[in-house]
């Protein structure tokens, strides 16, 4: 295949699907328990240096346990998917974990602003990064979720994101068109947060799917937290609800309000004047390390983090919040 | 003095130029108010995309997120970031609303570095969805103060296409026929594109505005329309809606 | 892009995503209500020497009443997608409506055997044909359904399959290993069964989606069937549940039991005696002829052919059947 | 005499290979039933898929179409054909089950036409989902009656790739290292595929057959393993579950 450009993007994780079918071959798809604690899923299933992809967009269904979990772990020289991600990026570069980045939105926090912690690190060059947009990340997720090399799109083509991407562009057999492909990243690990799943990993999931589907299917290790454990039974009920089936699961972690300070669509809004404090804080090193120290590091899991930040109470005024979507100030009908 | 800021004004003529009917991708702030505007007041038909998966939203406030709850409330689907983008690219997209640091006289968006890709002096957030929409999408909108940094000669990074280096360069680097950038909304000014060039130009002038003004304030030459309106002023029911039902917190048009 | 092999199966609907584009371009795409008869719909919307494609698999969430109002308004020369295909080929054979054909899976009728007229019929010679596998025929629909001109997989190598097909082997610019490129199909008009849509087509189904998502997103025009409306504001209540949007609609028609003699999941079974019959007749073209003006030719519309046989008694006991599975005979609890 | 007859050897037999905790795609009849009375047996924790989308159901009948709603019958989950088929692509999946009007030395297997494809003398269904599970599951496995027209020399069709031409060809043409034809469950042997050539292998003979039996109802020359057992005649206890938990009516041991 005559590749007429190609960009100068690193490749940071597997897109071979050969050696991903390897892999899953030895994978356990057996319906098995797989609760555990937030602590002991990261501990087995998050390693140093590996490629991790988070799921949600934004600060909306992400799995932010995880993230704690991670720095208070020490992971180090992570390879990071940045499919607009937001306070999940900012976490991880609080505990400069990550080493090497598929951009596509990174380092802000949308409306909210810039963090300025994730911008200095990412302007220290401790980083190596390849561009991608948003739907450029989807597809390589998507690709190697479907078991194949790349997918073909008609973006990138004539900008600088494609010279510094990992994409490459070739002419269409069938039109003679020139076409874009980029190639599957196969994560290590992903960490997605749901609403409900079953011990055994059957999770289903309301509100918008980002490209959670796909990332559950092409990471060779995933870590589902769920804001409520199912019985088995209700999944069997109605099968057309699951969205992750069971044997792309590794850990299942109960994790209630688990993507605060986030937004879960259905449960509770975004805690805004806590996104706003990590931003102030992050103006100065020295403060940032306080910080993280009482919101993190000195924390023991994810329920005194929440504790510390108002318990049932705050969350209580976050899920009013949420489900008065529609009925606050001046509306349509 | 006006009885209106800059900043409402840029969206109420952003909001007139959506036709009823249509369909848009946005993100959060001024974009989304001028679709909030465009179909509380003349297009009331305005299918409105969220690129992380919310279709047809009645927006009951401004996200503060392109993935928020209100970015799919009371909508017609929740879907995902691949359904968005290839409904774009399938061509069933007319209008995205986009910014960036930079801008070039092709319309091309720089959101990822300033100074060089490999030690940049400022790094941005990069594409997210933008070069996306920019390839796919029929009408790329832009909306952006008017500054001789920002409106560039030399582009430090094309994070997002226009019309790449002119003439027919888009359409033969492969992205979609007949798409592309279509105006630019300023504090000064509206801009559109001549057709064979593909070289931004004048096409209405603000109240208050001259020519100059715009030039001044651009680090390339610009191309005047033979004939330059001026940019009607907000209409007052516009303004009405705008300040009691798109924004009443002033969260966008409180920075004008 | 070199092409290392190319299958000599014949492009029998478009492939290129920029006609698609200047189509979808004038698509009307505002909410508007679309209900109308299914007589009407095909009168407006299924034209001769359209390519045409059905969703469901096999007898299962099939748009029954579409296929025989297609016979009765005469249709020729339709090109059609052989996915799984089972008894609305049947049908549409029995009324030598098609031309051409992409072919998975046709002429038989599963567990059931093979229709003795259909394979007649592919027999003949009047059936221009190329080969595919399902696989390959979802992934020409996911590509139309994406935009692009193709996607890729590690199907069809080696195999006679390919060589009739319309795909072509290429070396994978990102790992050197060969891969198979298969084209997009864009077909014409498809027809779905759904179980509730709203006037506009927001459309609700239950139970495996097949390829029917992206069939709905692939084809320039598309008609629902439904077996229930459903008010919009039930939609608008919750849209994590809506599986196919409005704006791809061209028209929505209320039928009900619009799958039998299939299955319709959740609804009622299929009509096993019904689908012999049929089977039966078709032995003898004669007694074809006769069976298909008693069942479809002289009949005014759906309702009227549910009514022959045996109307709503005959539909509660079928649905008595869909209800009782897992309830019947021996089997584990 | 047997107290059973050769579809329940069969399925029985095919039934013993499939591994507790493996994994599954079966389409209806024969294939259906061996998996059906594995997972009442040995085999409590095998997932099965289905390809039009059913996702490890608690199959209460024998389907009747791979489509129909027992195949998600207490499912774990409703899906789609690109999800089930990537599934397997992916290299979840370890075991399909196909069949074929004509199969040839290497497992290659026929499903399209008797005769040229231009004039076909007869047209079959073609491949459905039969070249996908080839390609993609790790261990094919067939179940067909044995004879010369049917195991042949000259296969007129390649609809589902076997080992092709044997040897390395099949990995060569770009299928999944590692993955291909495993068994051949016929009415009088089960046979495997020799590791170089790649060459159909007689590993078993049923009761009451000889090898010489096998040989003469097939057209082409069958290696034999260095040792050939005799397949195990079917449990009590599995030819119990069978007739009254898998196939109560006899739709498919009624054959045998």
């Known amino acids: 295949m005559d590749v007429l450009e190609r960009g100068s993007g690193e490749f940071f994780a597997t897109h071979d699907p050969e050696e991903a079918r390897q892999f899953f071959l030895q994978k356990d798809k057996s319906l098995v328990a797989k609760v555990m604690t937030v602590k002991e899923a990261v501990e087995r299933f998050v390693q140093d240096s590996d490629y991790i992809a988070i799921g949600g967009f934004g600060a909306n269904r992400v799995p932010v346990a995880i993230c704690h979990e991670i720095l208070r772990q020490g992971r180090k020289n992570l390879g990071f998917l940045g499919h607009t991600s937001t306070h999940d990026f900012q976490i991880l570069c609080a505990g400069e974990a990550i080493d090497r980045c598929d951009i596509a939105y990174i380092i802000g926090l949308e409306a909210r602003g810039l963090s300025p912690n994730a911008r200095r690190y990412m302007e220290s060059g401790r980083v190596r990064v390849t561009e991608n947009s948003n739907y450029t990340l989807s597809m390589r997720i998507k690709a190697a979720a479907m078991g194949v090399p790349f997918l073909v799109s008609r973006n990138l083509m004539g900008s600088d994101t494609f010279a510094k991407s990992a994409s490459a562009v070739v002419t269409c057999p069938f039109t003679g068109h020139r076409v874009v492909l980029h190639p599957a990243i196969y994560p290590d690990v992903a960490a997605i947060h749901v609403h409900e799943a079953d011990v055994y990993g059957n999770c289903r999931l309301r509100g918008i799917t980002v490209s959670d589907l796909d990332l559950a299917r092409a990471a060779k290790r995933l870590i589902i937290t769920a804001e409520r454990l199912l019985p088995a039974e209700e999944i069997r009920r109605d099968p057309s609800l699951t969205a992750i089936p069971y044997y792309l699961v590794d850990a299942v972690c109960e994790v209630p309000y688990g993507s605060y300070p986030g937004c879960m669509p259905y449960e509770y809004f975004s805690d805004e004047p806590h996104l706003r404090e990590w931003l102030e804080a992050e103006e100065d090193p020295e403060r940032l390390r306080a910080f993280l120290e009482r919101t993190i590091y000195s924390v023991s899991d994810f329920s005194e983090y929440i504790e510390r930040q108002g318990g049932i109470a705050r969350m209580m005024e976050l899920r009013r919040m949420e489900l008065l979507i529609g009925q606050e100030g001046c509306q349509d009908g | ?256």
Chains 1, 3 share one sequence.
Request: charged letters at 20%; a neutral charge.
């Open chain 2, 1 to 256: 003095m006006a009885d209106y800021n800059i900043m409402e004004l840029m969206i109420c003529a952003a909001s007139r130029l959506l036709e009823d009917r249509s369909t848009i991708s946005v993100g959060t702030g001024a974009p989304c108010a001028a679709a909030m505007l465009a179909q509380k007041t003349h297009a009331p038909n305005l299918v409105i995309f969220f690129e992380a998966g919310g279709v047809a939203p009645i927006l009951p406030l401004m996200p503060i997120s392109v993935g928020d709850s209100r970015t799919f409330y009371r909508g017609v689907m929740a879907s995902g970031m691949c359904d968005i983008m290839e409904t774009c690219q399938r061509g069933l997209v007319d209008y995205c609303f986009l910014g960036g640091a930079q801008i070039d006289r092709y319309g091309n968006l720089n959101s990822t570095v300033i100074g060089s890709h490999e030690h940049p002096k400022v790094r941005f957030p990069g594409s997210g969805g933008a070069n996306d929409f920019a390839s796919y999408c029929w009408r790329t909108m832009v909306i952006t103060p008017q500054d001789r940094r920002r409106f560039t000669d030399r582009i430090d990074f094309i994070t997002s296409p226009g019309y790449l280096s002119g003439g027919d360069s888009r359409e033969r680097s492969g992205l979609p026929a007949g798409s592309g950038p279509y105006r630019v909304i300023t504090n000064m000014a509206i801009m559109d594109f001549e057709e064979s060039s593909k070289r931004m130009r004048v096409i209405s002038l603000h109240p208050g505005y001259r020519l100059e003004d715009v030039q001044a304030n651009c680090g390339f030459e610009l191309l005047q329309a033979d004939r330059i309106e001026e940019t009607p002023r907000p209409a007052p029911q516009q303004l009405q809606i705008l300040r009691t039902r798109v924004d009443p917190d002033r969260y966008i048009i409180g920075r004008g």
